[in-house]
């Protein structure tokens, strides 16, 4: 009687595992992703990586710590934190912010999602705005710069077709 317990307990949890594995895959599996083009050198992380075609996930269930990968080899994890979209606009893109020639990547937005990632400042964009703040009057000027991206399911790759920037906006604010 005891071994018939034993074995069907057996049972139930082989099938209870396979079953989570199955739902961990499944959900592995339906995570969207960004593809972008950027057009420029920018800075994540204290690292700065070259213009080109970057993979954007999260790697996490939360979605708190982000990858970004160029595709011939340059990569980079931050973690980040939710904020939420101030226009209506429910396009994949990466916001950057830029000062003079130095850009530094700034919130993640997937398509039709409104809310998106933040990425802390680096020691590098707060030095920088600490200047700007003496040589500006503590006016802090910086231009934002939107790259907007192409996003996919999954873990697909972009054989066959490259994604390309379809569009390269930038807005001068004062922040």
């Known amino acids: 009687m005891k071994r018939q317990i034993l074995k069907g307990l057996t049972m139930l949890m082989v099938t209870l595992a ?31 990586l070259r213009s080109g075609e970057y993979d954007i996930r999260a790697v996490n269930q939360t979605g708190d710590a982000i990858a970004i990968k160029r595709f011939d080899g340059d990569q980079v994890l931050r973690l980040s934190s939710p904020t939420e979209r101030s226009d209506r606009q429910m396009n994949a893109k990466l916001v950057f912010h830029r000062y ?53 399911g999954g ?3 972009t054989t066959g077709a490259t994604p390309v920037l ?9 922040r």
């Open 100 to 152: 003079g020639s130095t850009y530094f990547l700034s919130q993640i937005w997937m398509a039709g999602e409104s809310m998106g990632r933040e990425l802390p400042k680096t020691r590098g964009e707060r030095a920088i705005e600490r200047e700007l703040k003496t040589v500006a009057s503590n006016k802090l000027v910086y231009e934002v710069v939107e790259v907007v991206a192409v996003a996919r």
């Open 18 to 48: 396979l079953a989570a594995a199955s739902a961990v895959v499944a959900n592995g599996q339906s995570k969207q992703k960004l593809i972008a083009q950027v057009p420029f050198d920018f800075v994540v992380a204290e690292k700065t």
């Open 155 to 157: 873990d697909c790759h």
């Open 166 to 174: 379809i569009s390269l906006q930038e807005k001068r604010q004062s």
